[in-house]
């Protein structure tokens, strides 16, 4: 089974940072990786696909970039709507989540 | 628009079964693999199953297989999941999921509201 880790598991940061999450993969999947972000009492929202592509009406200030095991999400400037907590998910075999970023207010 | 609705869910004693079901619209349902997602209160997503369009491939996680079991009725664009021998490991939300390609290697971009299951006695 592939296991994806996430670090950090909670971010404390102010508006305006630039924000970076790391997720690694226990073997290359190659661009098969996801990016969601949840917020309290919601489903995920799909943010990034194919480890770089961002979806339809996502902001700008997410990004995302890597390749076989090591995948950064950016957000350049992190605005008071994305305090949340953030997934990474790869597809290339089965399915797994990280464990999950909290961005919190710092 | 596109759409999926969780329902089914509730309070089952432990060992108990359970069957979720989630109505799909706005989309080719019969044309789309769909999965079965989970999170513990307070914990992260896991995934639980697929199910090809045809209904003919199912995968499940290690922590589901044989006791659960997915299904789908394309004649009434509606998925199933059949949950039996619950313990309290299985209390979550639940969450129908699929893809606008409807292909399985691709990153999940419908989601329903979930539906919540508590495994109590």
């Known amino acids: ?50 480890a770089s592509s961002l979806e339809s009406g996502v902001p700008s200030r997410f990004s995302g970039s890597g390749s076989g095991t090591e995948f950064t999400l950016t957000i350049s400037s992190l605005q008071p709507d994305d305090f949340a907590t953030y997934y990474c998910q790869q597809y290339n075999t089965y399915w797994t989540f990280g464990q999950g970023t909290k961005v919190e207010i710092k | 628009q596109v759409q999926v609705v969780e329902s089914g869910g509730g309070v089952v004693q432990p060992g108990r079964s359970l069957r979720l079901s989630c ?76 893809t606008d390609s409807g292909s399985y290697r691709d990153a999940f971009d419908i989601w329903g509201q979930g539906t919540m299951v508590t495994v109590s006695s």
């Open chain 2, 23 to 98: 109505a799909a619209s706005g989309f080719t349902f019969s044309t789309h693999a769909m999965h079965w997602v989970r999170q513990a209160p307070g914990k992260g997503l896991e995934w639980v199953t697929l199910i090809s369009y045809d209904g003919i491939n199912k995968y499940y996680a290690d922590s589901v297989r044989g006791r659960f079991t997915i299904s789908r009725d394309n004649s009434k664009n509606t998925l199933y999941l059949q949950m039996n021998s619950l313990g309290a490991e299985d209390t979550a939300v639940y969450y129908c999921a699929s």
């Open chain 1, 1 to 50: 089974d592939i296991q994806m880790t996430q670090s950090p598991s909670t971010l404390s940061a102010s508006v305006g940072d630039r924000v970076t999450i790391t997720c690694r993969a226990s073997q290359s999947i190659s661009s098969w990786l996801a990016w969601y972000q949840q917020k309290p009492g919601k489903a995920p929202k799909l943010l990034i696909s194919k």
